[in-house]
């Protein structure tokens, strides 16, 4: 199986919830399947700062999309890197962040690597 990049990008994260698929506001919806796992630099956070980084699937192609990941992560990262567990994706995903607390954006470098 091959493995690829995805997506990538940087972004200055403040409190409007970020799509890494689309690198707009979002969430986005993505049917590209395979399996999913991404990456996360958060080397910019410092004390005050959380972060949240959610995954968005639909059950069936016809269902609504919601939450099936979630965590929050809080003040400076160490290690500096957070990486999501694998999972498969195919009917309408999405992988997002949000700033929950802090004083200004947060810088996150992403990766998105997809196995299929």
Known sequence: M???????????VTTTEWSCTTDTAGPDVD????????????SDMVAGDELQIRVYEKVQSTDTQRVVYQTNLVGPQSPPIFVTPSL?????????????????GITVTWSIRKVA
Do not use: K, P
């Open 31 to 42: 049917t590209t399947y395979g399996v999913y796992q991404a990456f996360f630099d958060l």
């Open 88 to 104: 498969i994706l195919m009917n309408g995903w999405d992988i997002t962040l949000d700033q929950i607390a802090g004083t200004s």
């Open 2 to 12: 091959a493995i690829s990049e995805a997506y990538a990008g940087t972004e200055s």
